[in-house]
């Protein structure tokens, strides 16, 4: 149980472009889900937290207006990067905790390599 | 802020031997507390959550809670070349909201 799926796994885009990021929990409903980037030989950096129906918090240093989050149902959670430059190239990772039980455990999605050229 | 602290290694040890791991951290009121695994270029995965103090096990790992002295440990016990990977601790913050992540510790189990 609690598994977590993302889509892609990997992306190529150009400067500019905008890439949409999917994370969904295929086995439990997922109350709220968090996104994180991870630059190499770096630890985790949350980005933002969400939870289903309500506007993302975003953490102290994250663009709201660059990283758009949004989590419209239990399961689905999309995070777009538009107009992306090289410098957003990174381990986007996303993680979902489940209603019930130990509600703060974080199930971790297999993590989408972002690479814009 | 609330930090999480870990030694970032590498910790080598040979195969068979017990792995130590370990972790402070700085918010008093945190009630749980997990150890991830995450291997180069992998997201995260959850080996064990804890959330009294005193010591848990499953399988070859145990986990260690002292809240008193606001420290958590994880023992590999007969390292395997497989464990190498980097051990993430994580705590959670006092309204159970949200996790704050240690930098990690590397471990290397040599064959």
């Known amino acids: 149980g609690a598994v977590v799926s993302q889509h892609p796994s990997w992306v190529i885009c150009k400067s500019g472009t905008s890439v949409k990021i999917e994370c969904r929990s295929l086995?439990?409903?997922?109350?709220?889900m968090f996104w994180y980037r991870q630059f190499p030989k770096q630890s985790l950096m949350l980005m933002a937290t969400?939870?289903?129906?309500?506007?993302?918090?975003?953490e102290q240093g994250v663009e709201k207006d660059k990283f758009l989050i949004n989590h419209a149902s239990l399961t689905l959670s999309t995070l777009t990067v538009t107009s992306a430059h090289p410098e957003d190239s990174s381990f986007y990772i996303c993680?979902?905790?489940?209603?019930?039980?130990?509600?703060?455990?974080?199930?971790f999605g297999p993590g989408t390599r972002l690479t814009v050229l | 802020q609330k930090e999480v602290e870990q030694n970032s290694g590498p910790l080598s040890v040979p195969e068979g031997a017990i792995a130590s791991l370990n972790c402070t951290y700085s918010?008093?009121?945190?009630?749980?507390f997990f150890w991830y695994r995450q291997y180069s270029g992998k997201s995260p995965e959850l080996i064990m959550s804890?959330?009294?103090?005193g010591d848990k096990e499953d399988g070859r790992f145990t986990a260690q809670l002292n809240k008193a002295s606001q420290y958590v440990s994880l023992l590999i016990r007969d390292s395997q070349p497989s464990d190498s990977a980097t051990y993430l601790c994580?705590?959670?913050?006092?309204?159970?909201?949200?996790?704050?992540f240690g930098k990690g510790t590397t471990l290397s189990v040599s064959s």
């Open positions: 993680s979902a905790r489940g209603a019930g039980g130990f509600t703060d455990t974080q199930y």
């Open positions: 086995d439990f409903q997922a109350t709220t």
């Open positions: 969400s939870n289903e129906g309500s506007k993302a918090t975003y």
């Open positions: 918010d008093r009121g945190s009630q749980s």
């Open positions: 804890i959330y009294s103090n």
């Open positions: 994580a705590v959670a913050n006092q309204a159970g909201t949200a996790l704050i």
